[in-house]
């Protein structure tokens, strides 16, 4: 049973830093490219980034680039995103996901 696990989250002022983590459990993580998606309040689903399954490549969402950092540790099962410079826009739940897995997000705000 694929089981992803998000944590993290938490209220931050602008300018701030959060790392997430999630802990990838029921599949051989190591196969698997995985990404970050956030929904703010009122709106879609959005992307966020992406890291291939050995970490070699990555992507990211305009609005993130520079900011955000996607990782991740095979050896943990666990892919992380690095939130630096964090805006109030950036408000929303962050969601880990693997194909068409998800996890049950994690809360992000940012606010003064």
């Known amino acids: 049973q694929v089981r992803l696990v998000e944590s993290g989250g938490g209220l931050v002022q602008p300018g701030g830093s959060l790392r997430l983590s999630c802990a990838a459990s029921g599949f051989t993580f190591s196969n698997y490219a995985m990404g970050w998606y956030r929904q703010a309040p009122g709106k879609e689903r959005e992307f966020v980034a992406s890291i291939s399954n050995l970490g070699l490549r990555t992507n990211y969402a305009e609005f993130v680039k520079g900011r955000f950092t996607i990782s991740r540790d095979n050896a943990k099962n666990t892919v992380y995103l690095q939130m630096n410079s964090l805006k109030p826009e950036d408000t929303g739940v962050y969601y880990c996901?693997?194909?068409?897995?998800w996890g049950q997000g994690t809360q992000v705000t940012v606010s003064s």
């Open positions: 996901r693997r194909m068409n897995d």
